[in-house]
């Protein structure tokens, strides 16, 4: 099983319109988690993190629900620049796996279109 | 949006070839990543520096070797790779090993031929 696993996609949605991605996560001593946003031929940027009571910024929500390890992000009345694949990571916290740093794991990411 | 500089943007390579993949932050972080990107794979952590120390290999081939001369540089020497290898390099750093947020550099898109 994945460490963490994302539905790949593609979304394809009109502007104005409210998508959602989810992503499962398969470690439970994961400790902070985030939402990067890659576009095309580009490096990833943070998005957001997602804090457990849920966070948001602007169009965007995120989501976590530790006891089922599950994540997500919820955006609404889409642009057409939130054309981008969304990443969602997970870190454990420092010395929580054996490791003095905090090590991020990717999701493959889900790509999202939006059109006109 | 220039915290993170790579170069080259892009190479191509022989099998039998060495190159290097260089790496600079303008961000006074301490801590350094090396990741691969293949296609449709997620991100793949390589090696991993703190303070030019390295904290992280992981199960990477001996054909990468990582350098870190100081904590604003960071090197990805390259020699008899695969065209496997082909895939989009990423650096990273952040404020400290322990940092959760990581800049990205735009990386280096190798192809080995």
């Known amino acids: 099983r994945k460490e963490v696993e994302q539905d790949p996609g593609p979304f394809n949605v009109p502007e104005g319109a409210t998508v959602a991605f989810n992503c499962t996560y398969s470690n439970s001593a994961s400790q902070s988690f985030f939402w990067y946003r890659q576009d095309c031929r580009k490096e990833p940027k943070l998005l957001m993190s997602?804090?457990?009571s849920g966070n948001e910024d602007g169009r965007f929500t995120a989501q976590l629900n530790r006891a089922s390890q599950y994540i997500s992000l919820l955006i609404r009345d889409s642009k057409l620049s939130d054309s981008a694949t969304y990443l969602c990571?997970?870190?454990?916290?420092?010395?929580?796996?054996?490791?003095?740093?905090?090590?991020?794991?990717f999701g493959q990411g889900t790509i999202l279109t939006v059109h006109p | 949006e220039t915290g993170v500089t790579q170069t080259p943007r892009h190479l191509v390579m022989g099998m039998t070839n060495k190159k290097s993949l260089k790496c600079e932050q303008h961000l006074g972080h301490n801590a350094m990543y090396w990741y691969k990107q293949s296609a449709k794979k997620p991100l793949e952590l390589m090696f991993v520096?703190?303070?030019?120390?390295?904290?992280e290999n992981n199960s990477v081939p001996s054909r990468f070797s990582p350098e870190c001369p100081n904590s604003s540089h960071l090197f990805l020497h390259l020699h008899t790779l695969q065209p496997e290898d082909s895939a989009l390099y990423l650096c990273a750093s952040s404020l400290s090993s322990a940092s959760y947020e990581q800049y990205f550099g735009p990386g280096t898109r190798l192809t080995v031929t």
């Open positions: 997602v804090y457990s």
């Open positions: 520096y703190s303070l030019e120390e390295r904290v």
């Open positions: 990571v997970v870190n454990k916290s420092p010395n929580a796996g054996g490791t003095s740093y905090g090590k991020l794991t």
